[in-house]
Structure formats: C-alpha cells, structure tokens
C-alpha cells in the first residue's frame, strides 16, 4: 500500500532554513508527479510546490510564495522527494505534507511541523 512519511520539520529563526524529506513506498515513486502541501492552523491547506514524474522530466512548480525561496526535488532511487526551505519567514509556519495521486486517489503523509519565530 502507499505510504508516504515525511521528516525533517523542527524550529528556526526567520532567514533559516530547513530540509523537508518524503519517504515514499508501495508504488513506482518515478512514475509520479509528488507535491509538497502545507496547512496553518485556521487555514486550508494549500499547495507549496510540484514536481513531475521523471518520465517527463521532474519539471517543478510553485506557489508564488515560496518562489525563489523554496526548492522541489526527488531522488528516484531513494524513492525520496525533498523541499529545501531557504529564507523562511514567519508566515511559512504550518504542518507540511507530501502528497501523491494514484488511481484517482489522494494520499498523504502525516506531516511534519515547521516554525519560523525568532
């Protein structure tokens, strides 16, 4: 079955950064585009960044609000997508997760907390 497990949240200062990590399992992580969402408390969640399948190129997409800052990638032979968090602020604060589609399907990890706060 899938399973996606995300790791690598935790607490830093405005400008810090950090390094998300998605472990994925149960299906063929190369033949699937993989999104990072992210969810503040009171908010929807909503939709950081995408990266395609490598069948077409692992092209990337972003969120005006993290463009430039944040960046999508994936290791296919570790079956592993990351998210680099660079110049984090405050408002990036929420539970981030990772996110596939497969047979119509929505799946997700459990998500890991990251704080921005000096």
């Known amino acids: 079955q899938v399973q996606l497990v995300e790791s690598g949240g935790g607490l830093v200062q405005p400008g810090g950064s950090l390094r998300l990590s998605c472990a994925a399992t149960?299906?063929?992580?190369?033949?699937?585009?993989m999104r990072w969402y992210r969810q503040a408390p009171g908010k929807e969640r909503e939709l950081v960044a995408t990266?395609?399948?490598?069948?077409?190129?692992?092209?990337?997409i972003y969120a005006e609000s993290v463009k430039g800052r944040f960046t999508i990638s994936r290791d296919n032979a570790k079956n592993t997508m990351y998210l680099q968090m660079n110049s984090l602020k405050v408002e990036d604060t929420a539970v981030y997760y990772c996110?596939?589609?497969?047979?119509?399907?929505?799946?997700w990890g459990q998500g890991t907390q990251v704080t921005v706060s000096s």
């Open positions: 149960g299906f063929t992580f190369s033949s699937y585009a």
């Open positions: 990266i395609t399948s490598a069948l077409i190129g692992s092209s990337t």
């Open positions: 996110n596939v589609i497969r047979g119509g399907t929505n799946y």
